[in-house]
Antibody
């Protein structure tokens, strides 16, 4: 079955970086894109950006431009999201989700989520 | 930037019909997707492109979209339908989510 499995929880200090992985299985990785979404405690969903698994093209949310980098490794069908200069308000559950490749699709399925806690 | 407005909460009696709205400027011209999120779990797609159900989603879930309002309808509501529901659209090269609606089944 189509599945996205994310890396485990992280605890980081302010100013540090975090890199979350998302391993895909059950479908042709390069035929889709991956979007990243985060959810702060008790809050709604915030889209962070998208990467094409076909050619590596990216589209980042303006709010995170300059702090986020999304990459893929097609040899292992894995997507990565790195967030730098972490602040306390970056504390959230981070999700990856399968998205369209050439144009917007919809998010199905989602990974199980990775809790990133930023605390001194 | 484009905004999607959802009611904070909706209540429905067991077995009755719940309707969750998602308001946006001329949202009827966009494709709307809906997600269900239960506590401690990742969101799950329940409706895509306004009114299409993914495989495995019960027929009780349906969607419509016209004018300035998209609607997710849950017929014969069950206790297991209690969750947060989010609408989503693509606008100006970015994904936008509604603020979410908490559905309570009484």
């Amino acid at each position: 079955q189509v599945q996205l499995v994310q890396s485990g929880a992280e605890v980081k200090k302010p100013g540090a970086s975090v890199k979350v992985s998302c391993k895909a299985s059950g479908y042709t990785f390069t035929s889709y894109g991956i979007s990243w979404v985060r959810q702060a405690p008790g809050q709604g969903l915030e889209w962070m950006g998208w990467i094409s698994a076909y050619n590596g093209n990216t589209n980042y949310a303006q709010k995170l431009q300059g702090r986020v980098t999304m990459t893929t490794d097609t040899s292992t069908s894995t997507a990565y999201m790195e967030l730098r200069s972490l602040r306390s308000d970056d504390t959230a559950v981070y999700y990856c989700a399968r998205d369209g490749n050439y144009f917007p699709g919809w998010f199905d399925p989602w990974g199980q989520g990775t809790l990133v806690t930023v605390s001194s | 930037s484009y905004e999607l407005t959802q009611p904070l909460s909706v209540s429905v009696a067991l077995g009755q019909t719940a309707r969750i709205t998602c308001g946006g400027n001329n949202i009827g011209s966009k494709n709307v997707h809906w997600y269900q999120q239960k506590p401690g779990q990742a969101p799950v797609l329940v409706i895509y492109r306004d009114s299409n159900r993914p495989s495995g989603i019960p027929e009780r879930f349906s969607g419509s979209n016209s004018g300035n309002t998209a609607t997710l309808t849950i017929s014969r509501a069950q206790a297991g339908d209690e969750a947060d529901y989010y609408c989503q659209v693509w606008d100006s090269s970015m994904w936008v989510f509604g603020g979410g609606t908490k559905l309570t089944v009484l």
